[in-house]
């Protein structure tokens, strides 16, 4: 199988001690591409050096907007220049998250450094990773609002083809009517572990109402990790298990969901075949 880990974060120190065979067990296990999303300019560095140094993995780069103390002219100056490498494939993480972050202003800095982020990858005609967080883990709630505000009127400004592709909505984990919004504004939308949790029935019935070619298959390692090995370290070689969900719950065969999804992220990151 053909499979690709768009979301997973390779440059934590919870893989210092065993990033490269935590690599190859990735490749070992049948992925083709992993991408490492930036949360900082120091983060987003480190995953274009890994990218640099492994031909299945690319980067992303931006500001997390829970790690936004150090964003400023000077360190997104560094995040800008970093995009420009062949290498990147994407702005982000970037996003609104309400759930660690209560003082509006505060959040309204999350709201504007977003725009920013979002006007650099319109230049630069590269895709966005989005992340979105409410407020106590709701499924709906200021959050999805005020995020779906700003990408409708970003996603609106855009020309072909990036408007045709502006991005995913990474760990998807909002309501039916917030996925459709999304998909109206032509997101993907990326699916993690909790997919495959005894608790999840409502996830999944919405997974079951997305249409196949906009799902993208995330780990988000090290964190959120599937059944069977839910509690352990997440990695990438683990994706197959979400993968193995999603063709359970849309009656199609694991190999048939490897090869789509790996097919949408090639579309959306153009990172080939």
Known sequence: MNLTDTHCHLDYNKFDSDRAEVIQRAIDSGLIRLLVPGLHHRSSRDAVLLAESNPSVYAAVGFHPTDLEEFSEGTFQQVKELA?????????????????????????????????????????????????????????????????????????SLQNPLAERPGVLHSFNGNLETAQKALNLNFYLGITGPVTYKNADEKREIIRQLPLDKILIETDSPFLAPVPVRGKRNEPAYVGHIADKIAEIHLKSPAEIAAITAANAARLFAWGD
């Open 84 to 156: 420009i490498h062949p290498k990147v494939v994407a702005i982000g993480e970037i996003g609104i998250d309400y759930y660690w972050v209560k003082e509006n202003d505060k959040r309204a800095f999350q709201r504007e450094a977003l725009k920013v982020q979002l006007q650099f990858a319109k230049e630069i005609n590269k895709p966005v990773i989005i992340h979105m967080r409410e407020e106590n883990d709701a499924w709906v709630g200021d959050a999805s609002v005020d995020l779906l505000k700003i990408l409708e009127e970003w996603q609106g």
